[in-house]
C-alpha cells in the first residue's frame, strides 16, 4: 500500500512558478507510474503529467506541454514543476499512483494524495 502527501501549492501571479512534491509511504515499484492531475470544482479530475517508474519516461497533457516537468528523487518522491502559470491553470493538484506504468485515466490509478491548492492570479 502507498499513501502519498502534495505538498508546494500557493498563489502565484501569471508568468510564475511552484514546485510541486509528493512523497510517498511505501514502496512504488519500477513497473508502476506516477502521475499527476488536477481539479477544478464541478469538472472531472484532469490528466496534467505522468512518468513511467522505472524508465522515467515522462508524459504531458498538450496544455502544459513545454510549461510543465515531472520529475522523481530517490525512490519515493515525484515532483511537479510548473512555470509560465496561467490563470486557467488554477485547480487543486493530485499526485497518483498506477500499477499499470503508464496512464492518463484516473480510473487507472489506485492511490491518491490529499491534493494541493494551486491559484494563479492575473
Known amino acids: 500500500q502507498v499513501l502519498l502527501a502534495e505538498s508546494g501549492g500557493g498563489l502565484v501571479q501569471a508568468g510564475g512558478s511552484l514546485r510541486l512534491s509528493c512523497a510517498a509511504s511505501?514502496?512504488?515499484?519500477?513497473?508502476?507510474?506516477m502521475g499527476w492531475f488536477r481539479q477544478t470544482p464541478g469538472k472531472e479530475r484532469e490528466y496534467v503529467a505522468s512518468m513511467r517508474w522505472g524508465s522515467r519516461v515522462t508524459y504531458y497533457a498538450d496544455s502544459v506541454k513545454g510549461r510543465f516537468t515531472i520529475s522523481r528523487d530517490g525512490a519515493d518522491t515525484v515532483y511537479l514543476q510548473m512555470n509560465s502559470l496561467k490563470p486557467e491553470d488554477t485547480a487543486v493538484y493530485y499526485c497518483?499512483?498506477?500499477?499499470?506504468?503508464?496512464?492518463?485515466?484516473?480510473?487507472?490509478?489506485?492511490?491518491w494524495g490529499q491534493g494541493t491548492q494551486v491559484t494563479v492570479s492575473s
Open positions: 497518483a499512483r498506477t500499477p499499470r506504468g503508464y496512464s492518463r485515466s484516473p480510473v487507472e490509478y489506485d492511490a
Open positions: 511505501g514502496r512504488i515499484y519500477s513497473s508502476h507510474g
